[in-house]
């Protein structure tokens, strides 16, 4: 094969600090526009997101150059900016964890 193929998929979730109910009814559309496009922003493909009060899902598709470990690092530090600056929660912040699991091409229609 003369070149690269790649299909990588993943389902992130992180949580507020301390799974603190941070995330009200009144902003979360906007933060997930935000995160699917910051995502977007750094060269990935976001394919889905979603979340609660404490936490978010994304369903992220990945070139064979990305790091997990360097896009979730940027991915928390602008969405938490963003939150502060845009929605002015000063006390806003993440998990500094996340869970990433990866899901097949046939498999990502059932990630919620």
Not at 34 to 46: D, E, P, R
Not at 65 to 92: N, P, Q, Y
Request: proline residues 3%; hydrophobic residues 40%.
């Amino acid at each position: 094969m003369s070149s690269t193929f790649t299909s990588l998929h993943c389902h992130v979730i992180f949580s507020t600090k301390n799974r603190q109910t941070f995330i009200d009814t009144t902003w979360p559309t906007r933060l997930h526009k935000y995160l699917g496009g910051a995502v977007n922003g750094l060269k990935a493909y976001s394919q889905g997101v979603g979340g609660t009060a404490d936490h978010v899902h994304l369903l992220i598709g990945f070139k064979a150059t990305h790091c997990l470990a360097d896009l979730m690092r940027e991915l928390k530090k602008s969405s938490s900016a963003w939150v502060h600056d845009e929605i002015g929660l000063a006390k806003f912040a993440w998990q500094e964890g996340y869970g990433a699991f990866t899901v097949s091409p046939p498999a990502r229609g059932g990630v919620k």
